[in-house]
Nanobody
Framework: VQLQASGGGLVQPGGYLRLSCAAS????????MGWYRQAPGKQRELVAD???????NYADSVKGQFTISRDNAKNTVYLQMNSLKPEDTAVYYC???????????????WGQGTLVTVSS
């Protein structure tokens, strides 16, 4: 199983980016999917996550600014980031809890990280 993230880059303050992360491989089901970020010198933190049924959860710092969504048919999660601020600069990691066989446990998988830099 692999998670492939894309969509990071350099953007000016007030700009926007859309991150994508696709899960592939031998997958029975994908449960929660989410995005975390790690800024320089800081611990990794949850940005947002979403259940397979579409229930979302956001960090207080991004509520109203970021939107998480997913396409279950494609095993893909998205993060629409608007009104970006310099403090949003970080490496963004996608995460998915994946069951690889019926009745088995869910395992945590991580994408490789994509750098988002907000700077003028």
């Amino acid at each position: 199983v692999q998670l492939q993230a894309s969509g990071g880059g350099l953007v000016q303050p007030g700009g926007y980016l859309r991150l994508s992360c696709a899960a592939s491989g031998s997958i029975f089901s994908v449960n929660n999917m989410g995005w975390y970020r790690q800024a320089p010198g800081k611990q990794r933190e949850l940005v947002a996550d979403i259940t397979s049924g579409g229930i979302t959860n956001y960090a207080d710092s991004v509520k109203g600014q970021f939107t998480i969504s997913r396409d279950n048919a494609k095993n893909t999660v998205y993060l629409q980031m608007n009104s970006l601020k310099p403090e949003d600069t970080a490496v963004y990691y996608c995460n998915a809890k994946i069951r690889i066989w019926r009745g088995g446990p869910s395992y945590d998988y991580w994408g490789q990280g994509t750098l988002v830099t907000v700077s003028s």
